[in-house]
């Protein structure tokens, strides 16, 4: 047994014998704490470079500088705790109490910073990531100073890593699969501050002989456990508040999946502006003008294969592209691989926004697949005469990969003789090199292409590129038209295909999956505007 610190004594005893049986307790409460600490202090590190990813974009970025970030304020932390020399289970029940406080509550100061300061966004979120990580650098070199009294330094080292790196596997397990899913990025950071809390709370226990005004530190305990708790229960109204203050229009439903963050508005008054779908606060679509987005996406390929009866959709969770595609009577079944189950859910369960895509997703000849459509393509061998991929935008790289070489490499090997796929490609105006990016993209892999836009008020100019094997025509008057088509006609559509001066191509690269030159070339069009 190592010699006991004397700046930092045990509770008292008379005798080296009687203090021996508490040891062991002590040490499995501290280890247990090693392992709630791990758990909390990833969690964090985690919930921060999410929030981030969502609402800057480019998740490889957000997630490598923000783990960069907390890695480096924990190193400062850890150098730190070498000043703190007496009254270390006091010093440690404290950093407990300000790590729940700042980690538990950082989730929804970052949502009310985007809300309500969103050109402070940045400055708020490195802000917390630093404190936090510094407050969990302290942590636990503390607690292997206070176990030093009662375990040999071997074995010291290898419990506290051990316990260290189970916990954060656990919650690098459970953040993803369970904790977002069900509560949310703000209560999942709240619980795991109230789980910090208690651990400062079961500190106040075991070192109650020994902790100087104990009556304040019970009082900080339970005053941060009730801050937090009440922030738990009244997360809705907190992350409402600040969703109201960024979006123009009333917030009607809001979640968080583990791979975006889905808002819908509603704004009934004058302009019929009616529903707007957002994911990681970029527009999807606008109800009051969607029909021209999805009628331009769809039925230019539709119209020119004649007859399609198996037709995929990928991407186009909320079943607008869907309900396009159903109007054909030729079709026998439509493959909808939407990767996030939370978006078909919303607009297959809620009643008004169901009705936007005419319960196309209860449609009988609907199939829903919930799967990466990078995965889905690699392991199917299905065939289909039409295929409308309706992406989001290459904001990143694990969108990006879906505009790729490889990509619609195997796009075409899954697409029929006489098939044609269309693809939604940016808007030709504001990014310009992007939009022919993916053009040259597609035709690098053998296809034809025929690039074309549509005037979508809420976007814009808007860009889409048909590719096939063989040739694309215009579709007369004499194609099988569906009826009911509010935007596109047998003499609007050949418009469409005609490129003004601004918006004509320009020598682009392609796009690779080793490079992802689109999402750089995206970035930096998409910037300029946004700034």
């Not at 009628?295 to 186009?316: D, F, I, S, Y």
């Amino acid at each position: 047994m190592s010699t006991p610190d004397p700046a930092t004594p045990l509770v008292q005893a008379d005798t080296g014998a009687a203090r021996a049986p508490a040891a062991p307790p002590l040490e499995v409460a501290l280890l247990a704490s090693v392992f709630i600490i791990a758990a909390c202090g990833l969690l964090y590190e985690l919930a921060a470079a999410a929030l981030a990813s969502y609402v800057l974009g480019d998740s490889v970025l957000q997630f490598s500088t923000i783990i960069g970030a907390y890695l480096f304020a924990m190193g400062i932390g850890s150098y730190l705790s070498r000043f703190f020399e007496r009254q270390l289970p006091a010093h440690f029940l404290r950093i407990e109490l300000l790590v729940a406080l700042a980690g538990g509550l950082l989730p929804a100061l970052l949502f009310l910073a985007h809300g309500h300061m969103p050109g402070a966004f940045r400055f708020v979120l490195y802000g917390l990531v630093l404190l936090v990580g510094m407050l969990v650098g302290l942590e636990i070199p503390l607690v292997m100073r206070i176990l030093k009294r009662n375990v040999a330094l071997k074995e010291l080292v290898s419990q506290v890593l051990t316990f260290d790196y189970l916990g954060a596997l656990a919650v690098s397990v459970a953040f993803p699969l369970v904790l977002v899913p069900h509560l949310g990025l703000v209560r999942t950071g709240l619980l795991f501050g109230l789980m910090n809390a208690a651990i400062a709370l079961w500190a106040l226990w075991l070192f109650r002989a020994e902790l100087r005004h104990l009556k304040s530190h019970a009082l900080a305990c339970f005053g941060v456990l009730a801050v937090l708790g009440a922030a738990f229960a009244g997360a809705d109204v907190i992350t409402t508040r600040a969703e109201d203050r960024f979006y123009a229009d009333r917030v009607v439903y809001a979640a968080t999946s583990p791979y975006q963050r889905i808002v819908v508005t509603h704004n009934p008054g004058q302009g019929r502006v009616g529903h707007r779908l957002f994911l990681n606060g970029n527009l999807q679509f606008a109800e009051r003008d969607e029909y021209r987005y999805h009628e331009a996406l769809v039925h230019p390929a539709m119209l020119a294969h004649g007859a399609p009866r198996r037709v995929a959709v990928l991407g186009g969770g909320d079943g607008m592209a869907v309900r396009e595609v159903l109007k054909y009577a030729s079709v026998e079944q439509v493959t909808l691989v939407e990767l996030d189950p939370a978006m078909t859910d919303l607009f297959s369960r809620v009643p008004a926004l169901a009705a936007l895509n005419g319960q196309a997703l209860s449609d009988p000849r609907v199939r829903l697949i919930h799967s990466d459509a990078f995965t889905w393509l690699q392991n199917t061998d299905e065939m289909f005469d039409v295929i409308v991929v309706d992406f989001p935008d290459p904001t990143n790289f694990a969108i990006g990969k879906l505009y790729t070489q490889t990509f619609y490499a195997m796009l075409d090997q899954h697409l029929s003789a006489s098939g044609f796929a269309v693809v939604q490609t940016t808007s030709p105006l504001v990014a310009r090199q992007s939009y022919w990016t993916v053009a040259t993209t597609i035709e690098a892999v053998g296809l034809r292409t025929a690039p074309y836009h549509a005037h979508v008020p809420s976007f814009g100019e808007w860009g889409f590129i048909i590719a096939s094997r063989r040739p694309w025509r215009v579709p007369g008057a004499d194609a099988p038209w569906p009826p009911g088509l509010r935007f596109l006609n047998p003499a609007s559509l050949p418009l469409l295909f005609d490129f003004p001066q601004d918006m004509a191509r320009v020598p682009a690269p392609v796009n690779r999956l080793s490079n992802q030159a689109l999402v750089h070339t995206y970035e930096a069009e998409w910037g300029r505007v946004m700034h």
